[in-house]
């Protein structure tokens, strides 16, 4: 069985800091590609960045130069460090992986519960 666990979400001040990370845990034989999400209310979820195996990184047009995607492909853990933080970007935040559980399994994609980012004054 596969987790992603989500942490340092929180509430910070327009202009502040912060900084998410994402630990996953279990079967998992080899992870591909992790990517962060995020879903404001009443808005679809959007891709903010993603990150492949060999440090390929691609990001929001809206969080370019003001976010960081990191990996640590040993511990299995991912990380968003967030600059600069505005009130737009209020939202819950989700981890993604796609990740193979075994050798011969398929690649599939596993999400994290979540956790929430509040920029408000």
């Known amino acids: 069985q596969v987790q992603l666990v989500e942490s340092g979400g929180g509430l910070v001040q327009p202009g502040g800091s912060l900084r998410l990370s994402c630990s996953a845990s279990?079967?998992?034989?080899?992870?591909?590609?992790m990517a962060w999400y995020r879903q404001a209310p009443g808005k679809q979820r959007e891709l903010v960045a993603g990150?492949?195996?060999?440090?390929?990184?691609n990001y929001l047009d809206s969080v370019k130069g003001r976010f960081t995607i990191s990996r640590d492909n040993a511990k299995n853990t991912m990380y968003l460090q967030m600059n600069s933080l505005k009130p737009e970007d209020t939202a819950v935040y989700y981890c993604?992986?796609?990740?193979?559980?075994?050798?011969?399994?398929?690649?599939?994609?596993?999400w994290g519960q979540g956790t929430q980012v509040t920029v408000s004054s």
């Open positions: 993604n992986a796609r990740l193979r559980v075994g050798e011969e399994s398929p690649n599939r994609d596993y």
């Open positions: 279990g079967s998992i034989f080899s992870i591909n590609a």
């Open positions: 990150i492949t195996r060999n440090d390929v990184t």
